[in-house]
Nanobody
Framework: QVQLAESGGGLVQPGDSLRLSCAYS????????MGWFRQAPGKQREFVAV????????AYADSVRGRFTISRDKVKNTVDLQMNSLKPEDTAVYYC????????????????WGQGTQVTVSS
């Protein structure tokens, strides 16, 4: 049984940094992708970043490119999201997800979701 557990959310001020971590347990295939998504109040869940498990190739939403960095640790089975220069519009519940084969950015091929962690950016 695959399980994803997010941690690292909290309340920060604009311009601050925060690091989210997703611990993965269960089997993972070479074609799997790991990703971060977010959902703000009253809005649809949206793609943030994705990384391929085997080669570590990454992709980002335009709104976070250059500020956020996704990484994975194949020994610890974790996927992290380093978030810098945070803005109030980054406020959302952040979810870790995995799926594939096939791209997961559109959420069509996602197989498992974590329960989410709240990130609030406010002065």
């Amino acid at each position: 049984q695959v399980q994803l557990a997010e941690s690292g959310g909290g309340l920060v001020q604009p311009g601050d940094s925060l690091r989210l971590s997703c611990a993965y347990s269960g089997g993972i295939s070479s074609s799997s992708q790991m990703g971060w998504f977010r959902q703000a109040p009253g809005k649809q869940r949206e793609f943030v970043a994705v990384i391929t498990w085997t080669f570590g190739s990454t992709a980002y939403a335009d709104s976070v490119r250059g500020r956020f960095t996704i990484s994975r640790d194949k020994v610890k089975n974790t996927v992290d999201l380093q978030m810098n220069s945070l803005k109030p519009e980054d406020t959302a519940v952040y979810y870790c997800a995995t799926g594939g084969p096939g791209p997961i950015a559109t959420m069509r091929n996602i197989k498992y979701w974590g329960q989410g962690t709240q990130v609030t950016v406010s002065s």
